[in-house]
């Protein structure tokens, strides 16, 4: 089993580790209501060394994550439910002060636990819809309150339903924002990051201000044809290194986000990948191929917002232009 090393988050119990893998439980089918993740799969994870599951309420995988850290310690795999990280985050049909608190109670319903390790806003904007629809229709897209929101965070943390709160997909803009006025400062930033979007800019902001950056898509999604890419796949530049590495490209791409110093979600239910995404620790980049890896040009590709005409909604449309 495969030991994963750890990093340090603000919580309400002072610096808290948090493994720097984490298994994404986002697919397609999930989010259309398709069980995918099952918890003999992630089961199967946690034998591997896996300790940290990100999910989200959107993503429609409470339950068998749930059931999976049941299972774990009744097979005697962990001893306690403080040996796994549970990541989740609140949808935007439910950011609205009063609707907070709510939404994670009825995450941890789901989830049969009595708290999570870390809760984050999943996007900068509202949706007034009340079931969950992607892409999200213009006309229910609005600006967030994120004065307002940010209290419900904060009340979450206070009555120790989650250890630590955070955000995803927060430019430094709108995290400075929030640090004008909270109480509690985000721990973390979950954004798009990899080679071919490598958010140097964003990475050194956060660092700066104490924030931990996660970075989902690592691989840009491979394989989901819905919002994902197989430009990090296909890289040239990534697939010479590997060659000459005898590594896998997506190993080079992992092992370089770990060397920039972030947390990553990475998401596979192929056991042998599975393995191979946590072999990534006992080896590292030469100065020569990190250089090779900086020339890369970078371009974004984030699925929500990417999806949408940002043209005739200016909330996306800010929030579009503040990402780039």
Known sequence: MATVPVTKISSSEGARPVPVIAMGTATESSIAGIE?????????AVKLGYRHFDRAAVYQTETPVGEAVAEALRLGLIKSRSE???????WCNSADRHLVLPALKQS?????LEYVDLYLIHWPFKANQEKFKLPIPNECIAALDIKAVWEG??????????????VSNFSAKRIEQILSFAKIPPAVN??????????????????????VVTAYSPLGATGNSAW???????CDIL?????????TVAQISLRWLYEQGVVIAVKSFNTERMKQNLDIFDWSL???????????????????IGSMNTEHNDVLAEIDAELD
Request: aromatic share 4%; charged share 25%; hydrophobic share 35%.
């Open 228 to 234: 994902g890419h197989n430009r990090v796949m296909e």
């Open 84 to 90: 796994v990280f549970i990541t989740t985050k609140l």
């Open 108 to 112: 941890l319903k789901n989830l049969g």
């Open 190 to 211: 979950q954004v798009e990051m990899n080679p071919l979007w490598q958010q140097k800019k964003l990475n050194t902001f956060c660092k700066e201000n104490g924030i």
């Open 286 to 304: 030469t100065e020569e191929e990190l250089n090779k890896i900086d020339q890369i040009p970078q371009r974004r590709h984030i699925y929500l």
């Open 153 to 166: 965070m904060e009340e979450c943390q206070n009555l120790g339903l989650t250890k630590s709160i955070g």
């Open 239 to 247: 697939q010479g290194i590997a060659e000459s590495k005898g590594k």
């Open 36 to 44: 995918v993740v099952t918890p003999s799969i992630l089961i199967e």
